[in-house]
C-alpha cells in the first residue's frame, strides 16, 4: 500500500483565497484524522471521520474551516478565506478500529 | 479530559542513552504510544505499550509505564544522529477512537 496520501505537499496563497487540502487514506482503513501542526501549539486534532461521518469536529477553529469525506478514499479540508494565522502544516491520518493511526506526509500551507 | 504532558527539548551526546519522559491524565487509557516525526515529514509509530504492562523493550527501544503515577517514558540506548527527531508521546482511549498528543519533545544527538 502507498500510505496515506496529501495532497498539495506545498501550497503558498494569499490571504482570502480559497484553500482545499486533500487525503486519501490507506485502503481498509475506516477512520480518517485531519491535524493541523504549529511550533506554538503543537499537533492539534481538527476533526474525524469514521465511515465517512464526521464524529468530532470541535477542533475546526471556526466557520472559514470545513471538512468533507464524500467516499471511503477520499476527503478534503477547505479554508475559506485564508488568513495568515491559519499558515502551519496539516496532516490527514488514517486507522483501523482500535489500531495505530497511520500519518500521511503533511500539507505546509503558507498564508501571506 | 485527557491531556499529554512533555518537555520540548533533550539534547544528548552520540553514544549516550537518551529519555523522553511525558505524563498523560486519562486513567481509561487502553494503549500508550511513542511516534517520530523526521524533518519535513509526517509522524511514524515507534513503539506502543498496552496499559497492563508495565515495561516494553525493542532493541534499543526501552519504554516504561507508570499507570499509578500516569508517567510514560521512553529510553533509546546508544543514541545515534538518526535519532534526532521530534518524539510525541500519545494516549488511546478505545471509547472515542481518538488518540490525544503530546505537544513533542525535540531529540538533538551531538556528534
Known amino acids: 500500500d502507498a500510505g496515506v496520501i496529501q495532497s498539495p505537499r506545498h501550497e503558498v496563497t494569499e490571504m482570502g483565497q480559497e484553500v482545499t487540502l486533500r487525503c486519501k487514506p490507506i485502503?481498509?482503513?475506516?477512520?480518517l484524522f485531519w491535524y493541523r501542526q504549529t511550533m506554538m501549539r503543537g499537533l492539534e486534532l481538527l476533526i474525524y471521520f469514521n465511515n465517512n461521518v464526521p464524529i468530532d469536529d470541535s477542533g475546526m477553529p471556526e466557520d472559514r474551516f470545513s471538512a468533507k469525506m464524500p467516499n471511503a478514499s477520499f476527503s478534503t479540508l477547505k479554508i475559506q478565506p485564508s488568513e495568515p494565522r491559519d499558515s502551519a502544516v496539516y496532516f490527514c491520518?488514517?486507522?483501523?478500529?482500535?489500531?495505530?493511526?497511520?500519518f500521511g506526509p503533511g500539507t505546509r500551507l503558507t498564508v501571506t | 479530559g485527557e491531556d499529554v504532558e512533555q518537555s520540548l527539548f533533550l539534547s544528548v551526546r552520540e553514544g549516550d542513552s537518551s529519555v523522553i519522559n511525558c505524563t498523560y491524565t486519562d486513567s481509561s487509557s487502553t494503549y500508550l504510544y511513542w511516534y517520530k516525526q523526521e524533518p519535513g515529514a509526517g509522524l511514524q509509530l515507534l513503539t506502543y505499550i498496552f496499559s497492563n504492562m508495565d515495561m516494553k523493550q525493542d532493541q534499543r527501544l526501552t519504554v516504561l509505564l507508570n499507570k499509578k503515577d500516569k508517567h510514560l517514558s521512553l529510553r533509546i540506548a546508544d543514541t545515534q544522529t538518526g535519532d534526532s527527531a521530534i518524539y510525541f508521546c500519545?494516549?488511546?482511549?478505545?471509547?472515542?477512537?481518538?488518540?490525544?498528543f503530546g505537544i513533542g519533545t525535540k531529540l538533538q544527538v551531538i556528534p
Open positions: 500519545a494516549e488511546y482511549s478505545g471509547g472515542y477512537q481518538k488518540v490525544t
Open positions: 491520518a488514517s486507522m483501523r478500529r482500535n489500531s495505530e493511526q497511520y
Open positions: 485502503s481498509g482503513h475506516d477512520y
